[in-house]
T-cell receptor, first 114, second 115 residues
């Protein structure tokens, strides 16, 4: 099993550029989410999805879009990159909506916006 | 609203000494509690979780945590640490609201094990 796969691992963007961070899982998890990790702030929830076709906002959704057309994929789109979006991004998935089986995390995407 | 507070940003400790990483939470609903570990340049790995039942939970790598409902705490402990335990540790809570679930994290505690 590949688990949760995130691509790319590293990315440098110029201010104003757009891009999509990819996340795919092969565990048939219904719940998927995106977090950003910043020093001293832990992980903050950006967007999440409880199943194909259903998405909702987390704590810090501004500047990001998501869609969930299949159970496996949950891409995160940066519409117009800003330096404040420099961060490490993690995708996570779980069988149950409450996560009581534990969340599985990808290895992260390190994004720098210059 | 639910929140998680990790009381120490950094915890230095010598190898083979015991360690406790502190976590307090606030919630108006029942929650599940988790500890995750992040080794340098890696993703997060589940250490242990409390769902219900016994308040003492044992996890991987010799870690354990105790759920204290009256003090709303979920502190992580290990009786004897190794150099390889050097990592960042995150406490997290999950709850069910309507038909959705969410997981929020504390700010993280960096455990530095010295030889």
């Amino acid at each position: 099993n590949a688990g949760v796969t995130q691509t790319p691992k590293f990315q440098v963007l110029k201010t104003g550029q757009s891009m999509t961070l990819q996340c795919a899982q092969d565990m048939n998890h219904e719940y998927m989410s995106w977090y950003r990790q910043d020093p001293g702030m832990g992980l903050r929830l950006i967007h999440y999805s409880v199943g194909a076709g259903i998405t909702d906002q987390g704590e810090v959704p501004n500047g990001y879009n998501v869609s969930r057309s299949t159970t496996e994929d949950f891409p995160l789109r940066l519409l117009s990159a800003a330096p404040s979006q420099t961060s490490v991004y993690f995708c996570a998935s779980s069988y149950k909506r409450t996560g009581n089986y534990g969340y599985t995390f990808g290895s992260g995407t390190r994004l720098t916006v210059v | 609203a639910q929140s998680v507070t990790q009381l120490d940003s950094q915890v230095p400790v010598f190898e083979e000494a015991p360690v406790e990483l502190r976590c307090n939470y606030s919630s108006s609903v029942s929650v599940y509690l988790f500890w995750y570990v992040q080794y340098p340049n890696q993703g997060l790995q589940l250490l242990l979780k409390y769902l219900s039942g016994s308040t003492l939970v044992k996890g991987i790598n010799g870690f354990e945590a105790e759920f204290n409902k009256s003090q709303t705490s979920f502190h992580l402990r290990k009786p004897s640490v190794h150099i390889s335990d050097t990592a960042e540790y995150f406490c997290a809570v999950s709850w069910f609201s309507g038909n959705t679930g969410k997981l929020i994290f504390g700010q993280g505690t960096t455990l530095q094990v010295k030889p």
